[in-house]
């Protein structure tokens, strides 16, 4: 199993970014991806989840009408626009997969049994 995350950089307040995490090793139908972030000194916390095989997405507060999950099944691969990014966006952003097999608190980093290494996003102000 590999996930591998791509897509971080510098960007200004107000400005996008597109993280992509390429999953291999899954069946991707079978699978829920989210992403998580951890500033420097902070615990990780997720970001967003979706669930692959019916699209259904999940978000925390502070992104809602900011960030965007999706999936491209021909390539693997999930992805998280950011728009409007804010210098507390500052973060590594990891993606994380599990196979869905029934309903699971999708914001616990427990939940997750694979990671990627990170990429990072740095939104200057």
């Known amino acids: 199993v590999q996930l591998v995350e791509s897509g971080g950089g510098l960007v200004q307040a107000g400005g996008s970014l597109r993280l992509s995490c390429a999953v291999s090793?899954?069946?991707?139908?079978?699978?829920?991806i989210a992403w998580f972030r951890q500033a420097p000194g902070k615990d990780r916390m997720v970001v967003s989840r979706?669930?692959?095989?019916?699209?259904?997405?999940e978000y925390i507060d502070d992104v809602k009408g900011r960030f965007t999950i999706s999936k491209d099944s021909a390539k693997n691969t999930v992805y998280l626009q950011m728009n409007s990014l804010k210098p507390e966006d500052t973060a590594v952003y990891y993606c994380?997969?599990?196979?869905?097999?029934?309903?699971?608190?999708?914001?616990?980093?427990?939940?997750?049994?694979?990671w990627g290494r990170g990429t990072q996003v740095t939104v200057s102000s």
């Open positions: 979706i669930i692959v095989r019916d699209g259904e997405t």
């Open positions: 090793g899954f069946t991707f139908d079978e699978i829920a």
């Open positions: 994380a997969a599990r196979l869905v097999t029934g309903w699971f608190p999708w914001y616990s980093h427990r939940q997750y049994t694979d």
